[in-house]
């Protein structure tokens, strides 16, 4: 199942943020805590390489605890200073306390002039991760718009959040090759690349044995398999049958089922799931145009 998923307006979104970067003191760029490697755009560490980065695991209470452990002592060790987050239901002072501590030389440096500075802080990721969702909640009210696809936000957005706090929200940014098939995939899995784009059942198939290979028990249980070597489309048809997805005749209802699979997997329905480790590596493959080359992420 090839993913190559470049709409029009990414080109001009790349542009928006590249002119805006001087304007910004702090980057603050997100990613989904079930998947590290693959929700982080490759192209960003050249993008931002002068300016100061913090990175917020988002969903950080949909992933596994002891593996989001794990992500924030790795990236910590590669010098990226990080955290846990949740933009829905997190304490904005949390987020606000990252932003400031990124921030600090940079307001010291002022203070040394007598000047009390307004900190511009850039948000950038992948799409829907949470960008809106982080800005709103800082915020503190639906100033940016959100949804739960793709897209949704189209344009830069600067929206003041203290008095010496802006706040940049953009929209999400791919790269232009997804070379990494495993990695789009994964993206598919949390609605970065649109559902209608891609072959579902085979997407749901993948998802499916993902999460068995992380969290047999949860998997068997919510989707009522009873065995946990099934793959490919006897695995779907188990989960069909074990939840009912059935039309007339018994025929299996493969519609519903990927709806309700990435559904529940997305809303989190099947407990704290992390499908990467930072203890297995693996080659991101080369990307043109893109900064120094990462390789992390379980096969």
Not at 144 to 158: L, S
């Amino acid at each position: 199942m090839d993913i190559n998923w470049y709409p029009g307006h990414m080109a001009k979104t790349k542009r928006q943020l590249q002119e805006q970067l001087s304007r910004v003191d702090v980057v603050v760029e997100l990613c989904d805590a079930r998947l590290p490697y693959s929700s982080r755009n490759p192209d960003l560490d050249k993008l931002i390489a002068n300016k100061k980065r913090v990175l917020l695991l988002n969903k950080a209470d949909l992933a596994d605890q002891g593996m989001t452990s794990a992500w924030l002592n790795y990236f910590r060790s590669q010098g990226i200073d990080c955290a846990p987050y949740n933009a829905a239901t997190g304490k904005a002072k949390d987020a606000l306390a990252v932003i400031d501590r990124a921030a600090k030389e940079t307001v010291e440096r002022a203070l040394a002039k007598g000047v009390r500075k307004t900190v511009k802080a850039m948000v950038v990721g992948v799409p829907n991760v949470g960008k809106s969702t982080f800005t709103n909640k800082l915020h503190g009210s639906g100033i940016a718009k959100t949804g739960d696809h793709p897209g949704v936000t189209r344009a830069n957005q600067w929206v003041r959040i203290t008095p010496y706090l802006d706040l940049l929200d953009t929209p999400g940014l791919l790269w232009p090759r997804l070379d990494d098939q495993l990695a789009a995939r994964r993206l598919c899995y949390i609605g970065t690349v649109k559902d209608d784009v891609v072959d579902l059942p085979m997407l749901t198939i993948h998802l499916l044995q993902d999460m068995l290979s992380v969290k047999p028990e949860a998997v068997m249980e919510r989707f009522r398999v009873t065995d946990a070597t099934l793959r490919g489309e006897a695995l779907l048809d188990a989960v069909c049958r074990g939840r009912g997805f059935l039309m007339k005749g018994g025929v299996c209802d493969y519609d519903r089922c990927c709806y309700v699979v990435l559904d529940e997997f997305r809303a989190g329905k099947l407990g704290r799931i992390t499908l990467e480790t930072p203890a297995k590596p693996r080659p991101r493959l080369t990307i043109p145009g893109a900064g120094k080359e990462e390789a992390h992420g379980e096969d």
